[in-house]
């Protein structure tokens, strides 16, 4: 199982971003798949996640209406679109595969998900 996040950057507060994460190693229209972020001294948290078949998407309140995650099964891919980026959005962002294929149970909390990728780094400048 492999995930990779990529397209993070520096961007001025108000700008944009799409983060994808693509990935390998097991059936990707059984899996929700999910984005967390971690900023500096800080614990790792919820952003988004999309269900399997990318009919339910979930968001934390401190992105909703400023961040749309979405999959291309043909890619196999997961991308989040960030809009109207805060310097309150910094961090390295990952995505992550949840633990069981066909659930989104726990789809908030880091524990629910079982394989992580390496995150890409977003930096918003004020």
């Known amino acids: 199982v492999q995930l990779q996040a990529s397209g993070g950057g520096l961007v001025q507060a108000g700008g944009s971003l799409r983060l994808s994460c693509a990935t390998s190693?097991?059936?990707?229209?059984?899996?929700?798949i999910g984005w967390f972020r971690q900023a500096p001294g800080k614990e790792r948290e919820f952003v988004a996640t999309t269900s399997w078949t990318g009919g339910r998407t979930y968001y934390a309140d401190s992105v909703k209406g400023r961040f749309t995650v979405s999959r291309d099964d043909a890619k196999n891919t997961v991308y989040l679109q960030m809009n109207s980026l805060k310097p309150e959005d910094t961090a390295v962002y990952h995505c992550a595969r949840h633990a069981w294929p066909g659930s989104i149970v726990g789809i908030t909390t880091t524990t629910a998900f079982g394989s992580w990728g390496q995150g890409t780094q977003v930096t918003v400048s004020s």
């Open positions: 190693g097991f059936t990707f229209d059984d899996y929700a």
